[in-house]
């Protein structure tokens, strides 16, 4: 909300803050006794005649939503008059907030904007049609279809949508597969090439074996500069992309060279390895079940140096992955934490070693006593959870998070609740402090260079 948390605020926004008598950059703002005040400006500017005011307003009300847990049901309604306000910036603006605020915990009062969100996704501007969509779809409403069969009808044209993606939309529709699939599969040819496919082709992954209709169009799209995500949506869906197997085995093997993702001329086979081998690899093994070839990479990788690799796939490997171990355990110090995160899980999960693997995971849930959560921090929550019972030093930290009136994303929470479940009442260790309730303040993030998952919007 300030720029003491890396927040920056967008030009209205700031207006409505300063005419207030408000320094925008107080950090104070971001303390719970200044969200009535936060509200009361948003509430002013919703209904302003001054264009721009009410995008100010929807921007202070998602700060105010999305950060406390504490129902402000004015805010919705203002929301949600936005939505049906003649603005199309501040209707897609307030389109995302409610889409974002679904995805946050779905407070009661989000179910009063489900009419005007209906109404929006039939909206000809994708940039509000696209954030209605996107709230409706995580809502579980089968209104969302009605605008995504549009959009995929039109598969030579992708949707812009600037603030989500048609990826994103289609994400939370997986128990529709079967009705979208045949569309998808026409995008897929119409646009097998373009960046902008890169999204649905993430959700086709994440989407697993309901996308097994899609296998030709997938196999077709290796040829293709999207070439890497084909790859991880193929391993998806697992053996029913059995028609991809050889080519897979081609670029792992350097035998074939798939095109570059930046669409330049791939280099001659043999020159240098290509840079998605440990997505054919994977792919490779989700689909045959037999890990010889990916494990053979593994080692490979291992040997010049794992700073690279896809370590959340190593730690799939398991056991299986023993001859890894030796270079993964310098990265448990590594200087970002994304990649510490992922080595302590792999570690873990290889070796079996709790003593190494949880104090990083440990360091890496800090973030929750400030209010905040990036994605290293996400991610431990959920390694935490996996590990149980020897993880249990960080019960008293999730139990104040679970407890805590600030929000945190949906999978904070349910993580948090595995995790204290998993802990099975196990004693916190008695050389670390409990900590307080969770307050606002800085936010963290993955260090440079690192790979963090995608967001979701």
Known sequence: MTAGTGTVHDFWRRRLLVDAGVDPDDPRLDAREYADRGTALAVSGFDSREPGRAEGAVALA?????????????????????????????????????????????????????????????????????????????????????????????????????????????????????????????????????????????????????????????VSTLATRNVRWACDALGGVGPAAAPAVDTLDGFVRGTARPPRHDGGIPLPNGVRRWHGTQNAAWAHWRITGDPKVFLAFAEDAAARGLGGADLARLAELGPGAARCATALRPLLGSPGPWTRVQAAHAWWRITGDTDAAVPVLLAALEPLRAGEADEPCRAAVRYTARIGAPAAAAAPLLEAVSSSDRRFPADVHSAARAALTAFGGAPADGHRAAPGPPRAGGRGSSGPGERAPDSSA
């Open 62 to 218: 998602s700060d105010i939503l999305l950060r406390w847990r504490t129902p402000r049901p004015e805010l919705t309604a203002g929301l949600v008059r936005c939505l049906e306000s003649g603005d199309s910036h501040a209707r897609g603006d307030a389109a995302l907030a409610l889409a974002r605020l679904v995805s946050a915990d779905s407070p009661p009062d989000v179910a009063s904007a489900v009419p005007a969100l209906i109404a929006a996704a039939g909206h000809s501007y994708d940039r509000v049609a696209g954030p209605a969509a996107l709230a409706l779809a995580r809502l579980g409403r089968p209104e969302a279809l009605a605008p995504v069969h549009r959009w995929l009808a039109s598969s030579h044209r992708l949707p812009f949508f600037q603030v989500t993606s048609l990826g994103e939309v289609l994400r939370p529709l997986v128990s529709h597969a079967d009705a979208l699939l045949p569309g998808i599969r026409r995008l897929l040819v119409d646009s097998a090439g373009k960046e902008g496919l890169r999204p649905v082709l993430a959700t086709l992954a994440s989407w697993g074996p309901a996308a097994s209709a899609a296998v030709p169009e997938l």
